[in-house]
Nanobody, 124 residues
Framework: QVRLVESGGGSVEAGGSLRLACTTS????????MAWFRQAPGKQREFVSA????????EYSDSVKGRFTIARGNARNTVSLQMNSLKPEDTAVYYC?????????????????WGQGTQVTVSS
C-alpha cells in the first residue's frame, strides 16, 4: 500500500509564504507525475499544480500561476509546493497526488494515490 504524507501546512497572514512537502512511502513505479490539489470549505477539490517525474513539464492553475512553484526532490519520491504572496482565497486543505492514469492532470480522477491533506489558512 502506497501512502502519501504531506507536511508544511499552517497559518499565515496575507502576503506571506508557506512551503508544502509530500513524500511517498515507497516508490510507485519508475516514472510518475505528482501534483497538488486543494479544497476550500464548501467547494470541490481543485487542481493547483503538477509536475512530471523528471521535472521536464509542470502545470499551474491560473489562480496560482506566478505565485506558487512546484518541484520534485532529488529522490523523486517527493514533491514540494512553494507558496508565495498568499491570499485569503488560498485557504484550503491541500492534497498531494501521485501517479497519473492520464495526462489530464486537472482531473481528480486521473490520479491513483492521494495524501490525507494539510490545512493552509491565510488571514487578511
Amino acid at each position: 500500500q502506497v501512502r502519501l504524507v504531506e507536511s508544511g501546512g499552517g497559518s499565515v497572514e496575507a502576503g506571506g509564504s508557506l512551503r508544502l512537502a509530500c513524500t511517498t512511502s515507497k516508490p510507485i513505479n519508475t516514472n510518475y507525475a505528482m501534483a497538488w490539489f486543494r479544497q476550500a470549505p464548501g467547494k470541490q477539490r481543485e487542481f493547483v499544480s503538477a509536475i512530471t517525474w523528471n521535472s521536464a513539464q509542470s502545470e499551474y492553475s491560473d489562480s496560482v500561476k506566478g505565485r506558487f512553484t512546484i518541484a520534485r526532490g532529488n529522490a523523486r519520491n517527493t514533491v514540494s509546493l512553494q507558496m508565495n504572496s498568499l491570499k485569503p482565497e488560498d485557504t484550503a486543505v491541500y492534497y498531494c497526488a501521485a501517479s497519473a492514469k492520464t495526462r489530464t492532470w486537472v482531473d481528480n480522477a486521473a490520479w491513483n494515490y492521494w495524501g490525507q491533506g494539510t490545512q493552509v489558512t491565510v488571514s487578511s
